[in-house]
């Protein structure tokens, strides 16, 4: 469960860019090229010619294209846009699925420890500091050693 709630998460971004794409797509390609493809079988000029003649006209092209005449084509065109941009949306979701449940959480953080489990091996009030609420106990037995990667500031 926690993938598809990672998936979500960081897939706002791709939900919106769809979305744009749509609406841009939907005015620029769909509407001309529907316009287009109906006049084009009505006058012996060919598909190309119509649909550059029709791409500047874009106020135009979205007051033809919900007539009774192009709604069929512009529907179906429509239709394969939203299969086209749904398809490219998985994709996106897919990958930005979390490799594993511990993504995205800070390394070296005691985000990886539930119900105090830390304190077998750290205490939460003295020794040396490692997180906050995390000290390395000096009293303990065995390998107390530190490694501190990081620098000082001073002011």
Not at 36 to 64: C, P, R
Not at 92 to 121: C, F, M, R, V
């Amino acid at each position: 469960m926690y993938k598809i709630k990672h998936a979500l998460k960081k897939g706002k971004p791709v939900f919106i860019v769809v979305l744009v794409l749509w609406v841009i797509l939907s005015v620029v390609l769909i509407a001309p090229g529907t316009v287009s493809i109906i006049d084009s079988k009505a006058s012996e000029q060919s598909m190309v010619d119509l649909f550059f003649g029709n791409i500047s006209d874009i106020t135009g092209n979205l007051g033809k294209v919900f007539g009774t005449k192009y709604i069929g084509t512009f529907a179906k065109g429509e239709l394969y846009l939203v299969f086209a941009l749904l398809v490219l949306a998985a994709v996106g979701l897919l990958k930005s699925l979390p490799k594993n449940e511990y993504t995205d959480i800070e390394h070296g953080s005691s985000d990886w420890a539930t119900g105090g489990e830390q304190y077998k091996i750290l205490s939460p009030k003295k020794g040396i500091l490692l997180a906050e609420k995390n000290y390395l106990p000096v009293d303990k037995r065995g390998n107390v050693n530190v490694l501190i990667v990081g620098r000082f500031w001073f002011w």
